[in-house]
């Protein structure tokens, strides 16, 4: 049976004033299923550190442990709302704000594959930049 999935792709944006950015993880959202999951990049990531070369990595680390706390915080709210609440905060969470995190328009893809899979292969793709 397909499932839809909505998903952003988060990213550190440490320089706004370039607007220079590097996707540091995907949150995913299956409303119907009741389903908020997310992965993000290791602490220590290198093309991060690479691509922004005057960056303390205490920022990046600190910023990134933040975003899972609060990510892994609204898991644990999503469970009591409905499909159409649960859909409503997916758009809350990617609504923009001026931080050092900032999440990419929402996304929807319509497909069979179990949420863990759909998971691993937009990170793969769109954060390891795997093909």
Request: proline share 4%; glycine share 4%; hydrophobic share 45%.
């Amino acid at each position: 049976m397909k499932t839809l999935y909505q998903y952003a792709i988060v990213r550190f944006l440490p320089h706004v004033e370039t607007g220079e950015f590097a996707n540091v993880g995907i949150v995913l959202c299956a409303p119907e299923l009741g389903l908020l999951d997310f992965r993000l990049a290791p602490t220590r990531f290198a093309r991060v550190t690479d691509f922004f070369e005057d960056l303390e990595g205490k920022l990046y680390k600190a910023t990134l442990q933040t975003v899972e706390q609060e990510l892994q915080r609204l898991q644990t709210y999503v469970t009591r709302l409905t499909a159409k609440e649960l859909a409503q905060q997916m758009q809350e969470v990617v609504r923009p704000r001026e931080t050092l995190v900032r999440y990419s328009e929402l996304r929807s893809l319509y497909l069979e594959q179990k949420p863990a899979a759909v998971l691993e292969q937009l990170f793969e793709r769109l954060v390891l930049l795997k093909k």
